[in-house]
């Protein structure tokens, strides 16, 4: 089955700087990479997503980026703010099964 | 707004207790979630819905079982609470079909079981 490994667990930066953040996955089959944020006290929310017909995607300063042949994938974070400080887990799938398989997470901590 | 409402935000049982976990979700959506958070650990599956009366086993379901009676509401049952079993659980409900939709969480449940 599909195993997808998450790294950094922590990754702590300088306000202002970058944020990188990669995943690996096993399974060529899986075609759907979503990212999500989870605030403190909150559950996670989707910040951005991917499929395997793309190779990258932006939403203002976020962006991820998929490597097939490598089978991994990435959240990039750009001119970093105190409200991104957060936990962020990356996950993949198959679109046609039901279950996400999750990253076990990254907390990122913005200094100031 | 979509919201995925869960009942009880903190709880304390005792060993062997039986516990409820509600969750409610307002979208209408068919599948629904119970994931179990620890850290280190990422989230880790219980069980999942994707109808009404529909259950299927996620990766941890020993200890666990659901129910799901309408389409809106998903319990989880723990038969006979153990220290173990202390974590943060969320819910969680998608559109339809394949893993490939928006996955919306409630705000977690914190269990502690003495």
């Known amino acids: 089955g599909e195993n997808v490994e998450q790294h950094p667990s922590t990754l702590s930066v300088q306000e202002g700087d970058s944020a990188v953040i990669k995943c690996t996955y096993s399974?060529?089959?899986?075609?759907?990479f979503p990212w999500y944020k989870q605030e403190l006290g909150k559950g996670p929310q989707l910040i951005i997503d991917?499929?395997?017909n793309v190779g990258e995607k932006k939403d203002q300063r976020i962006a991820v980026t998929l490597n097939k042949t490598a089978k991994h994938f990435s959240l990039h974070i750009t001119e970093t703010q105190p409200e991104d400080s957060a936990v962020y887990f990356c996950?993949?799938?198959?679109?046609?099964?039901?279950?996400?398989?999750w990253g076990a997470g990254t907390k990122l901590i913005i200094k100031p | 707004d979509v919201k995925v409402t869960q009942s009880s935000r903190y709880l304390v049982k005792r060993t062997g207790e039986k516990v409820f976990l509600e969750c409610v979700q307002d979208?209408?959506?068919?599948?629904m979630f119970w994931y179990r958070q620890d850290p280190g650990l990422g989230l880790r599956l219980i069980y999942f819905?994707?109808?009404?009366?529909?259950?299927e086993k996620g990766d941890i379901p020993e200890g666990y079982s659901v129910s799901r009676e309408k389409k809106e509401r998903f319990s989880l049952i723990l038969e006979s609470a153990s220290t173990n079993q202390t974590s943060m659980y969320l819910c969680?409900?998608?559109?339809?079909?394949?893993?490939?939709?928006?996955?919306?969480f409630g705000e977690g449940s914190w269990l502690t079981v003495v």
């Open positions: 969680a409900s998608s559109l339809t079909g394949g893993g490939g939709n928006t996955i919306y």
């Open positions: 979208m209408d959506h068919e599948n």
């Open positions: 819905s994707y109808d009404v009366k529909m259950k």
């Open positions: 399974d060529s089959a899986s075609n759907y």
């Open positions: 991917i499929r395997s």
């Open positions: 996950a993949a799938c198959m679109d046609s099964n039901y279950q996400l398989i």
